[in-house]
């Protein structure tokens, strides 16, 4: 079957097509198309994701992506489409009069194709930004309308916890082995979760930050010390440069709730102590900026692994999957990766392939599928909602 999924939570808009085959217990994967429209450089310029902003970058991209993944998929045909019925088009008209600007695009452009070979649609419905969501969630509820199939809600950090099952690089890629029970660390601009895996699909939340996410103090820090906007990997990029140059520790920074005796993180005081630090430091040399990412980095990435390794002891975790932008830092994935290994080296560990690790639509696509095998008919349209708080 052939899957078409659609990511608009934050400030990527990703549409992708996958095909899926196989038993079902070890799918393989293949994509036949798949894109992204970052809006980061928009963002950048004022230092952070604006709501509305990133609505209207939404509504202005999800058209031409969507023609550009179904001609990458070799399934952009001119045509008649005979599941466009007059009852159809009045449910559509309804439904965008809540989404009036991307009205006319849609319906110029769906309309007056041949419905493809497209048997499901998967849909970030939460967490992330309400006004983006509903973009790509009335999109989608046109799309199922239109070809009559049905429409799976995703939960945009299941698809974070399920972009690590591609492990192969290229567009086909099979199921990584997953012994359970899994640990999930969910590391991203708006999250910082521990999630026990029972088995496919059942989570158990040990913790969560209680007030900024750990990509979201990456990203302030980098603010602090004068570096654009999402500042993760430039911050990642000077702390590795300070330990290449073994620069001296000139500054210490706290690892908040390390001995918390939960699975909760707090990133708010440690980005504060950053401030204040550089405020005291004066005009900042480069040599202090790498400095400051160094002990920043090191402070943010110990209480990760730390706590990731007391949820692994006490529930004897099998595998570690670890999503989310971060997951693309280079001294988390060697840290936890040693640390592990010293603990128990049959422990498998996963990080997403670099595809797979910002917001895309193919980890969505890929736990829509695990979704649509629990429910084949997918969801009643009229509950399929956008939710900027939904947890998993
Ligand atoms: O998962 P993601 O694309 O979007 C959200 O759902 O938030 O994560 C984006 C976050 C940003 O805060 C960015 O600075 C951070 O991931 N990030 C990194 C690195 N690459 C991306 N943080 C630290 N080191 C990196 N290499
Ligand atoms: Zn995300």
Request: hydrophobic share 40%.
């Amino acid at each position: 079957m052939n899957i078409l999924s659609i990511e608009t939570s934050c400030d990527e808009t990703a549409i992708s097509i996958l095909r899926v085959s196989g038993n079902t217990e070890t799918p393989q994967f293949t994509i036949l198309g798949n894109h992204v429209a970052s809006q980061i450089a928009l963002h950048a310029q004022y230092g952070g994701v604006f709501p509305a902003l990133a609505k209207r970058e939404h509504v202005k991209a999800i058209t031409p992506l969507f023609i550009q993944v179904l001609k990458d998929a070799n399934m952009h045909k001119i045509g008649v489409n005979d599941t466009l019925t007059e009852s159809v088009k009045k449910d559509i008209e309804t439904l965008l009069t809540r989404e009036v600007d991307m009205h006319s695009d849609i319906i110029q452009s769906a309309y007056s194709l041949e419905k493809p070979q497209i048997d499901a649609i998967a849909i970030t419905t939460g967490p992330g930004l309400e006004p983006a969501l509903w973009v790509g969630v009335n999109f989608a509820k046109t799309l199922s309308m239109l070809w009559n199939i049905p429409l799976i809600p995703v939960n945009h950090m299941e698809g974070h916890v399920m972009s690590v099952v591609a492990q192969t690089s290229g567009d086909t890629f099979e199921v990584a082995p997953i012994t359970f029970p899994a640990l999930s660390l969910l590391v991203s601009g708006g999250h910082t979760e521990l999630v026990v895996i029972r088995d496919w699909m059942v989570y158990e939340k040990i913790g969560q930050t209680k007030d900024d996410a750990v990509g979201e103090a990456f990203d302030k820090v980098a603010r602090i010390v004068g570096l654009p906007y999402p500042g993760g990997p430039a911050i990642s990029a000077l702390a590795r440069e300070a330990r290449e140059q073994n620069l001296p520790r000139e500054v210490e920074f706290p690892r908040p709730m390390l001995h918390s005796g939960t699975y909760d993180f707090s990133y708010s005081g440690l980005k504060t102590a950053v401030l204040y630090k550089t405020k005291e430091m004066g005009a900042l040399t480069d040599e202090h900026k790498k400095i400051i990412a160094r002990e920043f980095e090191e402070a943010a990435i110990e209480v990760l692994v730390k706590k990731t390794l007391k949820a692994i002891d006490q529930y004897s975790i099998q595998t570690v999957m670890v999503g989310g932008g971060v997951a693309n830092n280079s001294y988390l994935q060697s840290e936890l990766r040693k640390s592990i290994k010293n603990y128990n080296p049959e422990i498998l560990i996963y990080f997403p392939r670099t595809d797979f690790s910002t917001d895309n639509a193919l980890m969505i696509g890929v736990a829509g599928y695990y979704q649509f095998l629990k429910n084949k008919n997918g969801a009643q349209l009229d509950t399929v909602k956008a939710c900027g708080t939904m947890t998993l």
